[in-house]
T-cell receptor, first 116, second 116 residues
Framework: GENVEQHPSTLSVQEGDSAVIKCTYS??????FPWYKQELGKRPQLIID?????GEKKDQRIAVTLNKTAKHFSLHITETQPEDSAVYFC???????????????FGQGTILTVHP | DTGVSQNPRHKITKRGQNVTFRCDPI?????LYWYRQTLGQGPEFLTY????????KSRLLSDRFSAERPKGSFSTLEIQRTEQGDSAMYLC??????????????FGSGTQLSVL
């Protein structure tokens, strides 16, 4: 089955700096890669996602890049703010249709701390 | 709140007891998922329903676990003869029909189970 590795496990930055979180996946059939943000005691929330037919996607201060050949994808947060502090999870899915739709394999998570 | 709703938020039980959790998905979503999350880890897939049909179960789901979605709306997850290793956050998620945004999972706030 799919295996997703996420690094680093913790990341500490100063407000205004950029933060980068990287994930690798093992199943070359994976074609959907979402990123979730989870604040303490709250539900995981989808912040950005990318499909395998796209190399990069950007939404304001957040961007995701995908390298299918190397089987890795990254989350980039620019101009970080204290409210960006949370646990971030990457995930991968090969469910473009069929019964495995939405069956996400998650990385281990990155605790991001943004210091004011 | 029109998001995914889970009850109870917290459950403390003694080892060997049975527990049942409930999930109410977003009303127009026909796909429903159960995930389990332990401290410091990403969510792990347990099972998936399309309408009332349970289409996939993880090997993590032992025979002590059973999930139902009798009318294709809310779902229940029952754990029989609980063990301390069952202590975790049980997350429910739902997604729309396939195609378009069908891969986007919307999570509930979870049920935190503690087995003493």
């Amino acid at each position: 089955g799919e295996n997703v590795e996420q690094h680093p496990s913790t990341l500490s930055v100063q407000e205004g700096d950029s933060a980068v979180i990287k994930c690798t996946y093992s199943d070359s059939a994976s074609n959907y890669f979402p990123w979730y943000k989870q604040e303490l005691g709250k539900r995981p929330q989808l912040i950005i996602d990318i499909r395998s037919n796209v190399g990069e996607k950007k939404d304001q201060r957040i961007a995701v890049t995908l390298n299918k050949t190397a089987k890795h994808f990254s989350l980039h947060i620019t101009e970080t703010q204290p409210e960006d502090s949370a646990v971030y999870f990457c995930a991968a899915s090969s469910g473009a249709g069929g019964t495995s739709y939405g069956k996400l394999t998650f990385g281990q998570g990155t605790i991001l701390t943004v210091h004011p | 709140d029109t998001g995914v709703s889970q009850n109870p938020r917290h459950k403390i039980t003694k080892r060997g007891q049975n527990v049942t959790f409930r999930c109410d998905p977003i009303s127009e979503h026909n796909r429903l998922y159960w995930y389990r999350q332990t401290l410091g880890q990403g969510p792990e897939f347990l099972t998936y329903f399309q309408n009332e049909a349970q289409l996939e179960k993880s090997r993590l789901l032992s025979d002590r676990f059973s999930a139902e979605r009798p009318k294709g709306s809310f779902s229940t997850l029952e754990i029989q003869r609980t063990e301390q290793g069952d202590s975790a956050m049980y997350l429910c998620a739902s997604s729309p029909s396939p195609g378009g945004s069908g891969e986007k999972l919307f999570f509930g706030s979870g049920t935190q189970l503690s087995v003493l």
